[in-house]
């Protein structure tokens, strides 16, 4: 019994983290959940990516590990764990109801694809109006925003990296933004439409969660989000950076 309960409460803290909670959410989640379960001595250390879960059981010390390569926002299951937790202090829930609730919340679907591509383009669209875009700037950031969720997608599907994903994205959506520089003419800024795209990429999240973490006096996983922000950052910088330097050096485009 107390080996399921810990497999229920690491898969538990799992998801949180999977789907974009907080260290110290996912930490008190799972304290509550083995206190709910009547797991004793349940010691656990959560980071960004890694969960370090012991407690006693019944033939002696139960440790249990689990690694989370990737994070992705989705406060719906983040919020369904969190309620498995409520449901579990008040004792609305059982081990059996808890495993069955925690799969059904592992399992709330996702944004599809075309959802993904209509936010991202209106996003940029209206990132582009917000930074002073007119018209032109407006419509060729929404075609751009359109361009890097398909991007995003393709190559999350491919498996490529994260650090060549957000390159490729930003280098396409400041491309075509320059291309259209090109057509239209000294009346366009290109500047409006590439910014007002590149916002829906920036880290915002990790950013803020890496200093609510640091705040929260866990310096390790606060540093870590952080430099991912700053690693994501520098990859769009370097995708707009080079090509500028294309179009300047081979296109010839005025800028």
Known sequence: MTDRAIELVVEAGKAMLENGGEVFRAQDTMEIMAHSLGVRDFHVYVLTNGIFASAEGEDGTISAVRHVPRVSIHLGRVEAVNAISRELAEGKLDLDGAEKALRDACAIPAYGFKVSLLAGAVGSGCFAFLFGGAGPEIVTAFCAGIVEMLIMQWFHKGGVSKVFTDIAAAAACT????????????????SGAIIGALMVLTPGVALTMGIRDIINADYL????RLFDALLCAGCLACGVALTYMAAVGFWRIPL
Do not use: H, Q
């Open 175 to 190: 491309a075509l933004a320059l291309a259209v520089r090109g057509v239209w003419g000294a009346g366009y800024n290109p």
């Open 221 to 224: 996983s606060g540093t870590i």
